[in-house]
């Protein structure tokens, strides 16, 4: 019998996976360029009035993901590397109505061919509570959720 132990950082430390039936090369393709991400990136029934992408090594980008109640949710940050398809890593600076930021994370998809389509894997570490973690965890399965359709209707399209 073993006993698994989760630790502190273990709990403020998200992996999420989805499964998709497309080729890993199309589901890079989502995460890189504007076109993409603004018909699929953010929580459910958010939109992304403003999508900024320097997609390379060093690049940069901003995003605002606007909420159905209107409310604005900016986020930015630094792409650190990038082999495609393969992985993507980025940081992730979360900023408040003042512009302060109040989570600073990094997040790695990896994406791993797999019989009948592509797996993906989001890692996101380490966040400065075990909250901001679980609000996270909602965001990303809601975005990721859309992604998957999105990439369906891209594969169809192909």
């Known amino acids: ?8 950082m273990d709990q403020r430390t998200l992996v999420l996976t989805r499964t998709f039936k497309a080729p890993r090369e199309l589901v890079f393709e989502a995460w890189t360029h504007p076109m993409h991400l ?14 900024e992408q320097d997609f390379r090594m060093g690049g940069q980008y901003r995003f605002c993901m606007r909420a159905p109640d209107g409310s604005d949710h900016w986020v930015r ?27 600073d994370t990094v997040v790695s998809i990896t994406l791993e061919e797999v019989k009948g389509g592509t797996l993906l894997t989001l890692e996101q570490t380490t966040f400065a509570t075990v909250a901001h973690c679980e609000d996270h965890t909602f965001g990303w399965n809601q ?7 999105f990439v369906i209707q891209l594969a169809q399209n192909d």
Request: aromatic share 14%.
């Open 77 to 103: 940050g630094e792409y650190t590397y990038i082999d495609p398809p393969s992985r993507l890593v980025f940081t992730w600076l979360r900023e408040d109505a003042e512009g302060d930021i109040w989570c």
């Open 1 to 8: 019998m073993s006993t698994e132990i989760k630790t502190d």
């Open 38 to 51: 603004v018909k699929w990136w953010g929580p459910m029934d958010f939109t992304l009035p403003h999508c």
């Open 143 to 149: 975005c990721l959720d859309r992604l998957v359709h």
